[in-house]
């Protein structure tokens, strides 16, 4: 008999498969259940050292449908869930609200149901864990970071959809007693992460000698974190959290966008052997994105003091990790950059 048995929905995306390599890994007692649509961002090759673990099981599945995760809930007699699936890119949002609407809300509203249904009232000893982010606090001005109590102010379609599935999993906790708890993080990187996003878009940029571009004056914050810390603060969150709560996750980490780019191309030149500011002058400034938040700063004490939770790697490392990373997995980069992505590209900096 298993201890416990997790649904991880969003399992094959970037931080949902350092949450499952963690469980896996930490937990051999415990049932690890992927349960992911493989969208163009859900990637079985990010679970290869992982997948042949007996406690581990991958079922291709969709939030949004109700039988299949009912049957999922049944067959895995699921007692926690870990909820990750989401569409989870602002600038895709811009171009396709409603996808992000359909997969975010009432996704997320299908899987509370779900639970709900296969929990049948009797709660005891479950829990509906809902992955959240800091973007749905809005943006900052030059002071200031973001707190549990911070009103909701979501700025684009991708905040508003995420902000709306949060409440509708308050909402569950108030309506039904459903034992749920949020955690908001701030900006993650490291392996993994779907070149569409700043960090590996850049990486693949430089490695490839193309333009680095840097949206508006490059002048927008954001606070970063290694994915593996986030990971480690959602197995905390998971296990010691309360119901009810909501916890904020970050590491303190602002950097300028052309600053942090500036940084990353000096790690490259040394890692790819180019003289010190060739990949630099790949920086091209482009067209700014629509309602760009300005800054994202998370203030994480709740977390730390009630939780015990704090950050470990610091982010001139974590950046090298990543970047030795991405160099080591070149075919990795190439599976994921093949196809669709090149028409995403296209589409999207073409007429910036
Ligand atoms: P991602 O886009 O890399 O992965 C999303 C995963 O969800 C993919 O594996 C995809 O196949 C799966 N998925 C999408 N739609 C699905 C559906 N309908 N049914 C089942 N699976 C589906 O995203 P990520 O960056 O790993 O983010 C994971 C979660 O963390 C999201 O909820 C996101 O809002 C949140 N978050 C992300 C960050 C960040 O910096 N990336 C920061 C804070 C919070
Ligand atoms: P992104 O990784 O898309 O995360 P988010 O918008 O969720 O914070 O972008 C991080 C920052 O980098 C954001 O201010 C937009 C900026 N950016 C660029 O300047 N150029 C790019 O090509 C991308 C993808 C982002």
Request: glycine share 8%; aromatic share 12%; with cysteine.
């Amino acid at each position: 008999m298993t201890k416990r048995s997790i649904l991880i929905t969003g399992g094959a995306g970037f931080i949902g498969s350092h949450v499952v390599r963690l469980f896996v890994n930490k937990y051999p007692d415990y049932q690890i259940v992927n349960y992911d649509k493989l969208t163009y961002a859900g990637n079985l090759e990010n679970l290869r050292d992982v997948e042949k673990s007996a406690h581990y099981k991958f079922v291709k599945g969709d939030i949004l449908d109700a039988e299949m995760l009912q049957k999922t809930f049944l067959e895995f007699q699921i007692d926690g869930v870990v909820h990750l699936a989401a569409e989870s890119h602002v600038d895709r949002s811009i171009e396709n609200p409603d996808e992000f609407a359909i997969t975010n809300i009432i996704g997320t509203i299908r899987l509370l149901n779900a639970a709900k249904k296969a929990w049948q009232n009797n709660f005891e000893g479950k829990r509906f864990y809902h992955i959240s982010t800091d973007e749905v606090y809005g943006s900052l001005g030059a002071e200031g970071f973001f707190t549990e109590t911070t009103p909701l102010d979501p700025r684009s379609p991708y905040s508003a959809s995420k902000a709306s599935s949060d409440q509708f999993v308050l909402a569950f906790e108030n309506s039904y007693h459903l034992p749920v708890v949020i955690s908001r993080c701030s900006n993650n990187y490291g392996p993994y992460h779907f070149p569409e996003k700043l960090i590996p878009l850049m990486i693949n940029n430089v490695i490839n000698e193309k333009p680095l571009p840097v949206y508006g004056k490059g002048e927008n914050i954001r606070d970063w974190l290694f994915v593996e810390d986030h990971a480690k603060a959602i197995d905390v969150i998971f296990h010691k959290g309360k119901n009810g709560e909501v916890y904020n996750i970050g590491g303190h980490n602002e950097w300028k966008n052309i600053d942090l780019v500036h940084l990353l191309c000096e790690i490259m030149d040394k890692k790819l052997g180019r003289t010190k500011g060739a990949s630099a002058k790949l920086i091209t400034y482009v067209k700014d994105r629509p309602g760009h938040d300005m800054r994202y700063a998370i203030n994480p004490t709740k977390t730390k003091t009630e939780l015990g939770w704090a950050p470990t790697i610091q982010f001139e490392a974590g950046l090298e990790k990543t970047v030795d990373w991405y160099l080591a997995n070149k075919e990795w980069l190439n599976h994921v950059t093949s196809g669709a992505y090149r028409g995403y590209y296209e589409n999207m900096y073409s007429n910036r």
